[in-house]
């Protein structure tokens, strides 16, 4: 178990950089997951970390020990790829105990370990088969347990579920979310999949185009977004964005509305953001943020997406309950003030209110 | 529907299909197949000949039928009985398996560090490789005998078997084969805590033996083959290998065919073993190459 720190951290592929100053610290045993959208250097971090490719400038510590220049093998982390890496011609077993290979340990202790690991993850008999003979989730976590077996400072997991089916992801993602509370080792876990990220992570290291955007927990990072991006990135369905400009009484909306709020520092042009489940359907006679006509109904079982066209753009509302408005319907929709999120339109920085 | 009914429909049915099958005959089949099997004759007429003019005696030898008239093993206890087979089939046999297990090794050792490592000057060095295939034999002969005869190779089974210790073919052939290694594998191994001659040995080389087989079967074949670089390079007979062996059956004033016959018949019996161990690796080894390009 250890510590990671990123210091200015700058990875450049010849003369582009793709990485520009990276600098966060992880606790020791904390699960943190590195969200954001492809090609914002994710893997590229990672991979600076386990020791597979050179770092451009800044410093990467271990455990409080700058691992800069240490090999892969010499820096005790281990690391589970997307698409498993499990050498096919190898038993489970052989491949589990891949990673003992080098260690100074006596074959039956070598061996107790394997049946171990195999145990922790309900697969001792699955120990004697070779990996075509097992299903996508099985041959994940024999590649988990390849890197268990170690049992480094570190894991590292590079999109792990993304080759496995939903169903299967859900259950491998509660899994490994069970395995970092049994051994408490620190974890650094990589996905495009926000869902994954927020389900996952003690704190959610949002980054985009070689920048780190906000760290935070999933409740920080979902009720105060540092900015527009970040707002957008992290929720399902995404946060309405509605531009608005600054007047005497508050802010005023494209379609009219008036938000009767001044954030601090605001500028001329403020955008407002209300996540669909804040939007709610708003009483008769009751005074109205929005107003629209209703354009599409998703059903999704115990709420409804409905999406509302308010003249040049369109908001979701998530409604309960099994009274709906119908297709081309004009409603009314109305937030909680407080759940009103706001932004400078052009520098995209969340201000406070 | 009632039993009958269903049985005479079923009847119906299976007439349907027969009549069917018989219509159904693809023009394109036929002349593919019949193309195919053009190609067989044309394929086996050589080998079915070589057989049967090795069980004829000398003066059938020209009539062309090729079951002989009077079938006899008079030119195989010949031949085995001529202590000098032996001798050139265990030149060939040496300097065949030599070649092959030296070849593979360096081959798929340079193949594998210009796929996989990144170091400049590794196009130009893929290139200078690969230019040395658009050279035939025939015009390395010369240099590689200025060669072997400065280092006084001439005359022993290293100066048959050096030129062909490493091939261009084969590392070209290995290096594509190792691209269809993903890296996660070798990253895997260097974060395990492999080197980097164990993670060629013992990960990458498996994940290609259909390509290792492949290349193994080539190389010996050619190199038991091999005639023009073996017949120059040698003039004592104890190091001849066996196609030049065989020849020196004809030097005498007439050609003796069914010597020359039997002793190739006899020389194909270790390629149909290599052949027969390695088959099922290199049919995997060319669809494998068919599907990756
Ligand atoms: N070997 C390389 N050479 C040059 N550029 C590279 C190399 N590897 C990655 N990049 C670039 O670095 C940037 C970050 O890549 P990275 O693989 O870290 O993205 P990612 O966040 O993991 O994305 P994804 O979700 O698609 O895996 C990308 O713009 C990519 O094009
Ligand atoms: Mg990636």
Redesign the pocket.
Same mark, same amino acid.
């Given at each position: 178990m250890a510590t990671v720190a990123f210091k200015n951290l700058v990875k450049a592929?010849d003369k &582009?950089e @793709?990485l520009h100053g990276i600098n966060l610290e992880v606790a020791d045993g904390e699960f943190v997951v590195f969200v %954001?959208? *492809? %090609?914002? %250097?994710? *893997? &590229? &971090?990672l991979r600076l970390l386990a020791g597979l490719e050179e770092i451009t400038s800044g410093d990467i510590l271990i455990g409080g020990r700058v691992v800069n220049n240490l090999e892969p093998k010499e820096r005790d982390i281990a690391m589970v790829f997307q698409n498993y890496a499990i050498y096919p011609h190898m038993s489970v077993r052989k491949n589990i105990g891949f990673g003992l290979r080098t260690a100074k340990m006596s074959k039956e202790d070598k061996e107790k370990r394997i049946e171990e690991v195999g145990a922790m993850l309900s697969m001792t008999e699955l120990l004697d088969r070779r990996p075509a003979q097992l299903s996508g989730g099985q041959r994940q976590r024999v590649a988990i347990g390849r890197a268990m077996v170690r049992d480094p400072a570190v894991f590292l997991f590079d999109?792990p579920l993304s080759n496995l089916d939903a169903q299967l992801r859900t259950q491998m993602r509660l899994e490994i979310k069970k395995l970092h509370q049994r051994v408490g080792t620190t974890i650094i876990f @990589?996905t495009?999949d926000q869902v994954e990220a927020m389900t996952l992570a003690d704190r959610i290291v949002i980054?985009r185009d %070689?920048h780190i955007q906000q760290v935070g927990t999933p409740t920080e990072v979902y009720r105060h977004p540092a900015n527009l991006f970040v707002a957008q990135f992290i929720g399902a369905p995404s946060m309405n964005l509605i531009p608005g400009k600054l007047v005497a009484k508050g802010i005023e909306l494209d379609g009219g509305a008036l938000v009767p709020v001044t954030p601090i520092g605001a500028s001329a042009n403020i955008t407002i953001g209300i996540r669909p489940n804040d939007l709610t359907l708003a009483e008769e006679g009751e005074p109205a943020l929005l107003e629209g006509q209703v354009s599409v109904i998703e059903p999704l079982g115990s709420e409804t997406l409905i999406y509302v066209d308010i003249g040049q753009r369109e908001v979701v509302a998530t409604v309960q309950g099994r009274i709906l408005p119908k297709l081309g319907e004009t409603v009314r929709l109305n937030a909680p003030q407080d759940e009103i999120h706001f932004f400078d339109s052009d520098t995209e920085i969340a201000l406070k209110v | 529907m009632s039993n009958s009914e269903i049985k005479a429909s079923s009847q119906t049915l299976e007439t349907a299909k027969t009549t069917s099958s018989f219509s159904n005959v693809d023009p394109g089949k036929v002349i593919r197949w019949t193309l195919l099997f053009l190609g067989g004759v044309v394929m086996v007429m050589p080998i079915v000949f070589m057989i049967s003019t090795s069980l004829k005696w000398p003066h059938e030898i020209y009539e062309l039928s090729i079951i002989p008239k009077e079938p006899t093993l008079e030119n195989y206890i010949y031949v085995l009985e001529d202590g000098r087979f032996y001798q050139w089939f265990w030149n060939s046999l040496l300097i065949a398996t030599a070649t092959t297990i030296s070849a593979v090794i360096f081959d798929s050792m340079v193949g594998y560090a210009l796929c996989k490592f990144k170091f400049s000057g590794r196009m130009f060095v893929f290139v200078a490789i690969l230019s040395t295939l658009m050279i035939p034999t025939e015009m390395l002969v010369i240099p590689w005998y200025i060669m072997a005869r400065d280092f006084g190779w001439l005359n022993s089974h290293w100066g048959i078997m050096f030129p062909g210790m490493m091939t261009a073919f084969g590392t070209f052939l290995m290096k594509q084969f190792f691209e269809t290694v993903p890296d996660d594998f070798l990253e895997a191994a260097r974060i395990d805590g492999l080197n980097e001659f164990q993670i060629w040995w013992s990960v990458a080389m498996p994940l290609v033996t259909p390509a290792l087989s492949a290349l193994a079967i080539f190389i010996f074949l050619g190199n038991w083959t091999a005639f023009i670089w073996p017949l120059i390079v040698t003039n004592s007979p104890h190091l001849y290998t066996l196609p030049v062996g065989l020849t020196t059956f004809s030097v005498e004033q007439s050609v003796q065919w069914e010597l020359i016959m039997t002793g190739a018949a006899l020389a194909t019996i270790p390629t149909l073993i290599v052949f027969l161990l390695f088959q099922r690796y290199i049919i995997r080894g060319v669809v494998m190459a068919g599907l990756k390009g």
């Open positions: 592929y &582009t @793709v %954001g959208p *492809s %090609g914002c %250097g994710k *893997s &590229t &971090t999109e @990589v495009h980054m %070689g | -």
